[in-house]
Nanobody
Framework: QLQLVESGGGLVQPGGSLRLSCAAS????????IGWFRQAPGKEREAVSC????????FYADSVKGRFTISRDNTKNTMYLQMSSLEPEDTAVYYC??????????????????WGQGTQVTVSS
């Protein structure tokens, strides 16, 4: 059964760090592009960070450059999003995605991707 399961969200103070994980199963993870997206209340979902299947291309939203790092461990079928220097504006539900039809570079977009269920990240004092 195909699944993407996020974990690692929670409540953190401004300036703090969190690492999100997304465990994949049921498909050839190492041949898929992957990404993290987020949706804040009242806003549209936006791409946060993405990486191609061979790690040759990455995308970071301007708002997270220098603070977030995307990575993948194909031996564990898991992707990660290391988030540092968190700001209240980072508060959102974070979703992981995986797909074989994607554009990653100056933008990140997936077509017919698989999605996780989402994990809440709240940055507040």
């Amino acid at each position: 059964q195909l699944q993407l399961v996020e974990s690692g969200g929670g409540l953190v103070q401004p300036g703090g760090s969190l690492r999100l994980s997304c465990a994949a199963s049921g498909f050839a993870f190492n041949s898929y592009g992957i990404g993290w997206f987020r949706q804040a209340p009242g806003k549209e979902r936006e791409a946060v960070s993405c990486i191609s299947s061979n790690d040759s291309r990455t995308f970071y939203a301007d708002s997270v450059k220098g603070r977030f790092t995307i990575s993948r461990d194909n031996t564990k079928n898991t992707m990660y999003l290391q988030m540092s220097s968190l700001e209240p504006e980072d508060t959102a539900v974070y979703y992981c995605a995986a797909g074989r039809n994607y554009a990653i570079g100056r933008v990140c977009a997936f077509h017919n991707a698989y999605w996780g269920q989402g994990t809440q990240v709240t940055v507040s004092s």
